[in-house]
């Protein structure tokens, strides 16, 4: 982590109901390099799958090195009402958890974030799904501590989507609010390839293997800049495959659409769920 990163994701669990065929499904993405652990291992910036009937995000890890600003955080979130309860982490000084504004489970830790020499690609950003964005922003911002880096405020094809990026000075990026139509907590969690050039050889890869593809390959305009596609996963998120995030910008965060400066067309299945989503959502279910 860079000393300009207070704050970053330590890991992310997830609990899914058919492990067997999410191994299938990561090599198919990622040729085996995405940085996942199942069950027992833990290395920094890593996915955590668990088997279990929730299909979903169940805690988010997020990562403190300096101590100092680790206490002031705990003093912000505590003065937003949020129950703090310690915790057991391995290879966490301190590790505390709570709840975000939405119910998402936080683990906040006292530890060094490292890489674990293995090659593999690590989780890059977590993207949460809420219908009321903006508190959860406010709170990853002045509770936190993350920088927010940008606004989203526009259509994007079938949806009016609006949320933040929520990163640091040296990344755009850890962490995205986005109210999407869903049922889960979690809309989408980024593998980070090492180069574009990766990114584009998985997407050929996935595609032999029949994954289904929901964002097709393209590039995020400026200032995030990344180049990747988009995969629907067996527990029904998504997994982004991608390279190339630019940095955290200067002064008040800019609002716009965040158009695609190419690419990720949705495909139709995707477009159907997301219009079966949208459904649901007006009927109030």
């Not at 101590?67 to 129950?83: S, V, W």
């Not at 094809?157 to 640091?168: A, E, I, T």
């Not at 998985?202 to 400026?222: N, W, Y």
Request: aromatic share 6%; hydrophobic share 45%.
């Amino acid at each position: 982590m860079r000393n300009d990163e207070q704050v970053t994701i330590a890991y992310a669990a997830v609990e899914v109901r058919r492990p067997d065929r999410w191994r299938d499904f990561v090599d198919a993405i990622t040729g085996g390099d995405a940085r996942v652990d199942w069950n027992a291992a833990r290395r920094s910036r890593a996915l955590r799958v668990t088997e279990g009937p929730r299909d979903d995000l169940v805690a988010l890890g997020l990562a403190w090195q300096d101590e100092a600003a680790y206490r002031d955080a705990l003093a912000r979130i505590a003065a937003t009402g949020a129950m703090l309860e310690t915790i057991e982490a391995e290879g966490a000084a301190r590790a505390i958890r709570c709840a975000d504004p939405a119910g998402n489970v936080l683990d906040l830790l006292l530890a060094e974030v490292t890489e674990p020499g293995d090659g593999s690609w690590p989780i890059g950003h977590v993207a949460l799904a809420s219908p009321s964005p903006e508190p959860l922003v406010d709170f990853y911002e002045a509770a936190i501590g993350l920088r927010l880096n940008e606004r989203m405020r526009g259509r994007v094809g079938p949806l009016d989507l609006r949320g933040g990026f929520l990163g640091s000075p040296a990344r755009h990026h850890c962490l995205a609010v986005l109210n999407v139509p869903g049922r889960r907590r979690l809309h989408h969690i980024e593998f980070e390839a090492p180069e574009v050039a990766d990114v584009v050889g998985m997407r050929a890869r996935a595609k032999a293997a029949k994954v289904p593809i929901s964002l097709e390959l393209g590039r995020h305009a400026l200032p995030d800049g990344t180049v990747s596609f988009y995969a629907h996963t067996p527990s029904g998120f998504e997994i982004e495959v991608g390279a190339g995030m630019g940095a955290g910008v200067e002064g008040p965060a800019p609002e716009g659409p965040m158009p695609s400066v190419w690419g990720h067309e949705l495909t139709l299945p995707a477009r159907l769920r997301v219009m079966g989503a949208l459904a649901l959502q007006k009927a109030g279910l």
